[in-house]
């Protein structure tokens, strides 16, 4: 059974940082995408960033140049470091680890961006 445990969130004041982390267990052999979702109350949940493959990064514009994802494929672990938070970047955070039409979501962790 595969499973997904994010740490990381947490309240930071703006222009902080945070670095989330999602470990992943269970996992069958092969390459998987990496990525982050996030949603706050009233919105749709939208992609913040992923990794299809190794070495690869897409990012959403609003989070461009201050968010990295990174991935370390021996742990089947993602980070996302977060950099320059702004408040409207407060939302509760998902990792989700996909191939093909199989995906897997974690729990969810808030991050709170607040003066």
């Known amino acids: 059974q595969v499973q997904l445990v994010e740490s990381g969130g947490g309240s930071v004041q703006p222009g902080g940082s945070l670095r989330l982390s999602c470990a992943a267990s269970?996992?069958?052999?092969?390459?998987?995408?990496m990525g982050w979702y996030r949603q706050s109350p009233g919105k749709q949940r939208e992609l913040v960033a992923a990794?299809?493959?190794?070495?690869?990064?897409i990012y959403a514009n609003s989070v461009k140049g201050r968010f990295t994802i990174s991935r370390d494929n021996a742990k089947n672990t993602v980070y996302l470091q977060m950099n320059s938070l702004r408040p409207n970047d407060t939302a509760v955070y998902y990792c989700?680890?996909?191939?093909?039409?199989?995906?897997?979501w974690g729990q969810g962790t808030q991050v709170t961006v607040s003066s």
């Open positions: 989700k680890v996909w191939r093909g039409a199989t995906e897997y």
């Open positions: 269970g996992m069958i052999g092969g390459i998987y995408a």
């Open positions: 990794t299809p493959t190794p070495g690869t990064a």
